[in-house]
């Protein structure tokens, strides 16, 4: 058996993909995923966990908005045995990155698929080998391991679905060091190409003027992506677009760099909500450039700035920002007075439905 041992209390690999230019925009060093604005210089640890406190409640209240249905129970909570009833355990793959790294609490890490050998392999049955052979094996596709002991694993594949992405699903079997047969969920997916923004040295390197520019027109384009998949999907809002959910792909020329592309990624559970209606653009670009400025909050401590909104208490009513005074609780019940709580907002149509699900292969249209 070729599946990696690892334990359902661990998440190990990084998302590593490296788009190579003739400009040399090469990579660097990606910093802590698990907290995006670490390095933001604090005067001490206090001021730092201060501002960690206000950006959470800050984010939190930005979900809490009268035309997004939050609820903790995602889209296709609960239905992992609709999904992952395909054996992929002989399916070849290694990490996508030999160096681990925290990427949160919600999968297990990214994998490459290997091409079947020629030769086969001792430790491969005949039935691993036939169902493998049913399913994909291109080299420029990735395996996402999700724990199928938690109910918001299929939530991933519903929304891909509904947002006509390509996706095969199945599971991976192997030992535990106590004996015992561990199953993961299995995500094939196209590898998305580019990188997340602050991992091109050309970026780094560049001007603070020509770093902005390039960061508000990946923001921009961004705005875009988001939207397009809101209408796609049928009210599915795409929140987690954090600067690591965000690769790009950048060009230069004549010291001039260029966004070709921005690609997002992960829709997996925490991140996407319902909808009860689209609001008006202005509405969702204001409500868009809050959430992106929260998320993206290191990137202007790479600018020489301040983040916006920094040790602010913010919120959005009546579709602009709005600084309120500190919140009287903090926590998951904080509410800024006479601000409706997402989890009283109720959907005013229901979510079309997605389709009918194929076990073997779910394609887009």
């Not at 990606?30 to 210089?41: A, F, M, W, Y």
């Not at 997996?268 to 909050?297: C, K, Q, S, V």
């Amino acid at each position: 058996m070729r599946f990696p041992k690892c334990s359902p209390c661990h998440v190990f690999i990084a998302v590593l993909t490296v788009s190579s230019f003739a400009s040399g925009a090469a990579a660097v060093p990606l910093r802590d995923q698990s907290s995006e604005h670490d390095h933001i210089q604090f005067r001490d640890m206090s001021m730092k966990r201060d501002w960690e406190e206000i950006r959470q409640w800050n984010s939190r209240m930005s979900l809490n908005q009268p035309w997004i249905a939050y609820d903790r129970k995602c889209l296709g909570y609960g239905q992992n045995d609709r999904f992952f009833d395909t054996d992929l355990t002989g399916l070849r793959i290694e990490p996508l990155s030999h160096q681990p790294q925290q990427l949160g609490k919600f999968n297990s890490g990214i994998y490459k698929i290997l091409l079947p050998s020629t030769t086969g392999s001792s430790d491969e049955t005949e039935s691993d080998a036939e169902e493998s052979s049913t399913h994909s094996t291109d080299p420029h596709h990735i395996i996402k391991l999700v724990d199928l002991t938690k109910p918001y694993a299929s939530c991933e594949p519903f929304a891909l679905l509904a947002h006509q992405i390509w996706f095969q699903t199945g599971f991976m079997a192997h030992d535990s060091e106590d004996g015992k047969v561990v199953k993961w969920g299995a995500i094939q997916m196209e590898e998305v190409p580019g990188q997340p923004l602050h991992r091109f040295r050309v970026w780094q390197n560049a001007a603070v003027a020509e770093q902005k520019r390039v960061l508000l027109e990946t923001r921009d384009k961004l705005f875009g992506i988001v939207t397009a998949y809101c209408r796609k999907s049928h009210g599915l809002l795409h929140t987690d677009f954090h600067a690591n959910n965000v690769h790009v792909k950048l060009s230069i020329k004549n010291k001039v760099i260029t966004v070709d592309a921005v690609y997002l990624l992960d829709f997996g559970y925490p991140g996407i909500y319902e909808t009860t209606h689209i609001p008006p653009d202005a509405e969702f670009r204001t409500w868009f450039n809050l959430r992106f400025d929260l998320l993206w909050d290191y990137a202007y401590k790479d600018l020489g700035e301040e983040p916006p909104y920094y040790m602010k208490y913010v919120t959005l009513v009546d579709g602009k920002v709005v600084e309120v005074k500190g919140p009287e609780m903090k926590g998951k019940e904080a509410e800024v007075k006479g601000f409706k709580t997402g989890s009283d907002n109720k959907r005013k149509r229901p979510l079309k439905s997605p389709g009918k699900i194929r076990k073997k292969q779910h394609t887009g249209a």
